[in-house]
């Protein structure tokens, strides 16, 4: 008997998938981690998904192999998918290295995939994205260029003001030189697009913590939204740029999310 309540209670647990999604537009391919509810194999029922990236240096299967963030697919009945970012190229379509086209992949291409691969509600009201660091700021870029794709998106210790590290972390590599290419990084940066998250009626969840090197872009992009009326959630609490602090954020944004997704169905 005890078996067969352990066989089932292991049957019924989560999913984590590794998948190949093609890029048109880049003729490459990268692999993302999808994590399936534990109702999902059995029940054929459809799913608000949430989109998760990676930080600078990192890749796909960073958040399940440093985090707990799978088993929050049960929590809440959600599918989770992790896309690769390419380690460094920041979730954008760069001006300078034409083939470096990751807003548009993962904003359209990789969620078309999902949707046409997986049990998705495909609408923007059940779809959300957030990241760290690099990531978070790819969630916001990704956002604002595709606002018919998200309802809501996060930021978790983003890095939200590219100009201010403009000489590290492969900035220009994909960016361009900051003089030259001056009006993309005033666009990227994510402070100077309140009115376009302010149109977008996305909603939105900043999180940081108070002893990280990015807490002050954080703390100016929060009060550039109140100035500009953006509601928005914006959270600080005790941590650095790491691992501890983001496996505890990321469970308040995905309830965040949840709540959202529960009040748009």
Not at 32 to 46: I, M, N
Not at 221 to 236: K, N
Request: hydrophobic share 40%; with cysteine; net charge neutral.
């Amino acid at each position: 008997m005890l078996l067969a309540l352990l066989a089932s209670a292991t049957s019924a647990a989560y999913e984590v998938r590794e998948v190949t999604i093609p890029s048109k537009g880049m003729a490459r391919a990268h692999q993302a981690t999808v994590v399936l509810s534990d109702s999902y194999a059995e029940s054929g029922q459809r799913y608000p998904v949430t989109y998760a990236l990676h930080g600078w240096s990192g890749a796909h299967s960073n958040w399940t192999d440093k985090t707990a963030i799978e088993q929050q697919a049960d929590r809440l009945q959600m599918i989770l998918v992790m896309p690769d970012g390419a380690y460094d190229k920041w979730y954008v379509d760069s001006p300078v290295q034409r083939d470096f086209r990751y807003r548009t992949y993962i904003g359209r291409e990789v969620v078309d995939f999902i949707d046409s691969h997986f049990r998705t509600i495909a609408a923007k009201g059940q779809r959300a994205i957030t990241g760290l660091s690099m990531g978070g700021f790819g969630a916001l870029n990704i956002a604002l260029n595709t606002p018919d794709t998200f309802g809501a998106v996060g930021s978790i210790s983003g890095a939200v003001g590219p100009r201010g590290h403009s000489s590290k972390f492969g900035l220009t590599d994909v960016f361009g030189d900051p003089q030259k290419n001056a009006a993309f990084w005033d666009r990227k940066t994510i402070a100077n697009n309140a009115a376009a998250l302010k149109a977008s009626g996305m909603a939105i969840t900043l999180d940081c913590g108070s002893d990280d090197f990015l807490i002050e872009a954080n703390r100016q992009l929060h009060r550039t939204l109140l100035q500009a009326g953006v509601r928005h959630d914006y959270t600080e609490r005790p941590g650095g740029h790491s691992w501890p602090y983001w496996d505890n954020a990321i469970d308040y944004q995905l309830l965040f999310f949840s709540r959202f997704f529960d009040g748009n169905k």
